[in-house]
């Protein structure tokens, strides 16, 4: 099974900045579909952004403008610069490849918590 270790989460202010990373332990990392996902107490996990092999890039609608995806492939390290944070952002976040069919990969991280808060 694949495996994600997340990391970067934290207590930051409303404006404030985060980077998360998600190292991706998977020979097949580089043609992957990979994406960031949140999910909050008593919601399923969200898509938040993805990037294909050829670095198309989705953005949620609340997070465009804000947060920025990108893949360095010969690290297999997915990334996620999450700018002028806000409370609604909080939540777990976790990374996964996702497949044609939409559907993500069965083993998931621990994820990595981010809390926008005064």
């Known amino acids: 099974q694949v495996q994600f270790d997340e990391s970067g989460g934290g207590l930051v202010q409303p404006g404030g900045s985060l980077r998360l990373t998600c190292a991706v332990a998977?020979?097949?990392?580089?043609?992957?579909?990979m994406g960031w996902f949140r999910q909050v107490p008593g919601n399923e996990r969200e898509l938040v952004a993805s990037?294909?092999?050829?670095?198309?890039?989705y953005y949620t609608e609340s997070v465009k403008g804000r947060f920025t995806i990108s893949r360095d492939n010969a690290r297999k390290v997915l990334i996620l610069e999450m700018n002028s944070l806000k409370p609604e952002d909080t939540g777990v976040y976790y990374c996964n490849r996702i497949e044609s069919t939409g559907q993500t990969g069965a083993s998931w991280g621990l994820g990595t918590r981010v809390t926008v808060s005064e």
């Open positions: 990037i294909t092999a050829g670095f198309r890039l």
């Open positions: 998977s020979n097949l990392f580089k043609v992957n579909t």
